[in-house]
């Protein structure tokens, strides 16, 4: 119990901060939605599938478009499909650690450098360590939290809790929510670099159909945060924890 509540206190912590810079927009897709519905004018979407756990570099499968985007991770870890992750029951990407794993972008168009505005996946098995920052030269102009999650998408049980994707997986680990989140930089001056991390560490960032672009029109629901669900939602943060850990450690 002690530990719950300490979860408890360190969600409502989060939930108090601001959450975005006031450029973002956040939208969730609809429930069993594991791609975006937004409309581009470029986009790439990296699926993990064939790849090895460590560092790589991605063209997001837009070579050959006018305009490509280049992707470098650093330290992922990327694992076959399971419970927790594995939207094309494959592979996915995880951050298991408090240091995490970074993704730089750049994108050419024309042989000028064109800015990425938009950055979308689908986040699997959420836990209460799930942390990503969006930054630019350095900076982090976005922060999101599980608090902000449970607060726009609601608490389990609901439509958005269990894995959805068709196979051996499905609707397993009913206690976490599974969901494809956008990310839209309405500034238009873009971003060149995510990190996904784990604070604190208790389990896994699970995340895969990373998609990356400029946008042309958003889609999903924009759901505000309110307060106290928010704070409702930092309890049931601790005892997906909880059920995480017994899970890794069966």
Not at 168 to 181: L, Q
Not at 183 to 200: H, T
Request: charged content about 10%; hydrophobic content about 40%.
């Amino acid at each position: 119990m002690r530990n719950l509540l300490f979860a408890g206190a360190a969600l409502a912590a989060l939930s108090a901060a601001p959450a975005a810079h006031a450029a973002f927009l956040v939208t969730y897709e609809a429930p069993g939605v594991l791609n975006t519905t937004a409309t581009f004018d470029f986009k790439g979407v990296e699926t993990f599938d064939g790849r090895a756990s460590g560092s790589f570099t991605t063209s997001f499968g837009t070579t050959g478009q006018d305009t490509v985007v280049t992707g470098s991770y650093t330290g992922v870890t990327i694992n076959n499909a399971d419970q927790y992750g594995g939207a094309t029951n494959d592979r996915y990407a995880a951050a298991s650690a408090t240091t995490g794993y970074t993704l730089g972008l750049s994108a050419l168009s024309g042989g000028a450098a064109a800015p990425v505005t938009y950055f979308g996946y689908w986040l699997s098995a959420l836990d209460r360590g799930n942390q990503l920052e969006i930054l630019r030269a350095g900076n982090v102009v976005f922060s999101f939290s599980p608090a902000d999650v449970l607060a726009a998408i609601g608490l389990c049980p609901g439509s958005y809790c269990g894995n959805p994707v068709s196979g051996p997986n499905k609707g397993n680990n009913g206690g976490e929510p599974y969901v494809f989140v956008n990310f839209f930089d309405q500034s238009g001056v873009g971003f060149d670099s995510v990190r996904f991390f784990e604070s604190p560490e208790v389990g896994g960032y699970e995340s895969d159909n990373h998609t990356v672009g400029f946008f042309r029109t958003t889609s999903g629901t924009p759901v505000p945060e309110p307060a106290s669900l928010a704070l409702f939602g930092s309890g049931l943060l601790g005892l997906m924890a909880a059920r995480r850990r017994a899970a890794r450690a069966a």
